[in-house]
Nanobody
Framework: QVQLMESGGGSVQAGGSLRISCASSSSATKPYLMAWFRETPGKKREGVAAIYTDTRRAAYADSVKGRFTISLDNAEGTLHLEMNSLKPEDTAMYYC????????????????????WGQGTQVTVSS
C-alpha cells in the first residue's frame, strides 16, 4: 500500500480559497485512483473528488462541482485539491485516499474501494 500524507489545511473565511495537498510515497504499484474524502462528526464520510492517475478523468460530488478542482502531479506523486468559494458547510477533516483496484467511473467516490488513507487535514470555514 502507498503511504499518504496530507498538508495545507487551515482556517479561512467563507468565500475564500484553500489548497490542500497529499504526498504519496513511492510504491511498487502505482495507484489507479486517488481521491479526497471529508468527514464531520456525526456524518458519514463523503467522497469529494477523485481522479484516475492515467487518464486524469475526474469526478466530483455535486456539493463541490464548479468550486473544487482535483489535480495530480505525476512527477512528484502529489495530489492536490483547490477549493474556491468555500462555505461553512465545507468545514471537515479532509482525507486523501488511493487504490489500485480498477473501479468504474460511477463508483470512484465510494470509500469502500480505497485501500490507502492519509491521517487527514482539517479545513475550517467561518461565516
Amino acid at each position: 500500500q502507498v503511504q499518504l500524507m496530507e498538508s495545507g489545511g487551515g482556517s479561512v473565511q467563507a468565500g475564500g480559497s484553500l489548497r490542500i495537498s497529499c504526498a504519496s510515497s513511492s510504491s511498487a504499484t502505482k495507484p489507479y485512483l486517488m481521491a479526497w474524502f471529508r468527514e464531520t462528526p456525526g456524518k458519514k464520510r463523503e467522497g469529494v473528488a477523485a481522479i484516475y492517475t492515467d487518464t486524469r478523468r475526474a469526478a466530483y460530488a455535486d456539493s463541490v462541482k464548479g468550486r473544487f478542482t482535483i489535480s495530480l502531479d505525476n512527477a512528484e506523486g502529489t495530489l492536490h485539491l483547490e477549493m474556491n468559494s468555500l462555505k461553512p458547510e465545507d468545514t471537515a477533516m479532509y482525507y486523501c485516499a488511493a487504490t489500485s483496484l480498477q473501479i468504474g467511473y460511477y463508483a470512484i467516490l465510494n470509500e469502500l474501494h480505497y485501500r490507502s488513507w492519509g491521517q487527514g487535514t482539517q479545513v475550517t470555514v467561518s461565516s
